[in-house]
Nanobody
Framework: QVQLVESGGGLVQPGGSLRLSCAAS????????MRWYRQAPGKERRLVAG????????DYADSVKGRFTISRDNAENMLYLQMNNLRPEDTAVYYC?????????WGQGTQVTVSS
């Protein structure tokens, strides 16, 4: 059974940090492109960051460049998103995403709220 389980969300003040985690199981994690998406209330789901291989190319949305870092641990089947200098506009549900060819999996999401 394929599972992507996000954790690490919560309420944080502007300028604060959070680290999101995504635990993957049920598929060959190392083969998959992994990404983080987010969806704010009333808005479309948008790509935040993505990477294929550990230590390989990483892609970021312009709005998070220099503040967020995506990483993965293939030995532990884990995906991470380190989020620094958080802003109120980063408030959203964050989703873990896995893709390999025609196979696509989504997690259930974790809420991140940035507010004073």
């Amino acid at each position: 059974q394929v599972q992507l389980v996000e954790s690490g969300g919560g309420l944080v003040q502007p300028g604060g940090s959070l680290r999101l985690s995504c635990a993957a199981s049920g598929f060959t994690f190392s083969r998959f492109t992994m990404r983080w998406y987010r969806q704010a209330p009333g808005k479309e789901r948008r790509l935040v960051a993505g990477m294929l291989l550990p230590g390989g190319r990483r892609d970021y949305a312009d709005s998070v460049k220099g503040r967020f870092t995506i990483s993965r641990d293939n030995a532990e089947n884990m995906l991470y998103l380190q989020m620094n200098n958080l802003r109120p506009e980063d408030t959203a549900v964050y989703y873990c995403y896995a893709n390999y060819g025609s196979l696509t999996y989504w997690g259930q999401g974790t809420q991140v709220t940035v507010s004073s």
